[in-house]
């Protein structure tokens, strides 16, 4: 009942707000504060989360079929999409990887 409230708040901020995301996404973000505020408890969620954690693979397979219907266009195009992944994986490890070590100094400094 919890995450069905999260959600549904979430998704009234978005369409109400008309911000540029998807009400899910904001959902995530709120249960997170949430969590890190120690406001809503992890026990709280685990019977809800359990099972969903528990078959989490089958969430991928309509994704996989469809990639697998796309077969031919990857195999003849696909190169044109190598150089993005790349780029953007990049990106999103030197992204975490600045993050954490700006963090780390500033931890660091507050121990002197």
Known sequence: MLLWVIYSLSTLIVNYF???LPGSVLGM???FTLLCAGIIKEQWLSTAVNPLLKHL???FIPIAVELMQWGDLFINKGYLLFLPLVVSTLVALLATGGVV???SKRDQKIEE
């Open 57 to 59: 693979a089958f969430f």
């Open 29 to 31: 973000i709120i249960l």
């Open 18 to 20: 008309h911000i540029p």
């Open 101 to 103: 070590q700006a963090l």
